[in-house]
């Protein structure tokens, strides 16, 4: 079955410091990633996301991830946090018929 | 443009009493529609989705329904609510077509007391 493991709970980072949120992914086929991000009390927005080609992708608020097959990982960056990126991450795998598959989730938090 | 609409935000009932969330979008027209639940400090799990009217399918077994009545009309409900249905309750929709990841709405916050 698919599944999708974000191995940290909390994350704190200092303001301007460079970020990188872990994912690992387990699908038997080419998977479809996602990373979301969800403030508290809101749904979730949609950051990026992968179906094939360049490995690295951008997304909005200046993130990036890089899919790595070898490693089964999607690997959410930014080099330089804000204190607004403050919100938990769901990374998520599209499996067959359009079902997402989320993990856990992690939470970030941004230090003066 | 597409949107999604999602209410109420929050809702607070007693035990055995019924539930019924609703959610439409609009701008597009035989989406997909999902209904997740969000436990505090938990992960989002799929509890059903919908490809067209009347098309249900549930992915956890439990004490809570879905219907879709009308196109870009997805509604969840309950006959009894428990305890344990409290939670953070996400709509969200895609395209029929290709895997374009989901549109959410803004959540129901639902305090079973």
């Known amino acids: 079955a698919q599944s999708v493991t974000q191995p940290d709970i909390h994350i704190t980072v200092s303001e301007g410091a460079s970020l990188e949120l872990r994912c690992n992914y387990s699908?038997?086929?080419?998977?479809?990633l996602f990373w979301y991000v969800q403030s508290p009390g809101q749904g979730l927005q949609l950051l990026l996301k992968y179906f094939s080609g360049d490995t690295l992708v951008q997304g909005i608020k200046g993130f990036e991830a890089e899919f790595k097959r070898s490693q089964s990982s999607f690997n959410l960056r930014k080099p330089s946090v804000h204190w607004s990126d403050a919100a938990e991450y769901f990374c998520?795998?599209?499996?067959?018929?359009?079902?997402?598959?989320f993990g856990t989730g992690t939470r970030l938090l941004v230090s003066p | 443009s597409q949107t999604i609409h999602q209410w109420p935000a929050t809702l607070v009932q007693p035990v055995g009493s019924p539930l019924s969330l609703e959610c439409t979008v609009e701008?597009?027209?035989?989406?997909?529609l999902y209904w997740y639940r969000q436990a505090a400090g938990r992960g989002l799990q799929l509890l059903f989705y919908s490809v067209g009217i009347g098309q249900i399918s549930s992915e956890v077994p439990q004490n809570l329904s879905a219907s879709r009545p009308q196109d870009r009309q997805f509604i969840l409900s309950s006959k009894k609510l428990l305890l344990s249905d409290s939670g953070f309750y996400l709509c969200?929709?895609?395209?029929?077509?290709?895997?374009?990841?989901?549109?959410f709405g803004s959540g129901t916050r639902l305090t079973v007391v």
């Open positions: 969200a929709w895609s395209p029929g077509q290709g895997d374009n990841g989901y549109t």
């Open positions: 998520a795998v599209g499996t067959g018929f359009q079902k997402l598959v």
């Open positions: 699908y038997g086929a080419t998977p479809y």
């Open positions: 701008g597009t027209s035989n989406p997909n």
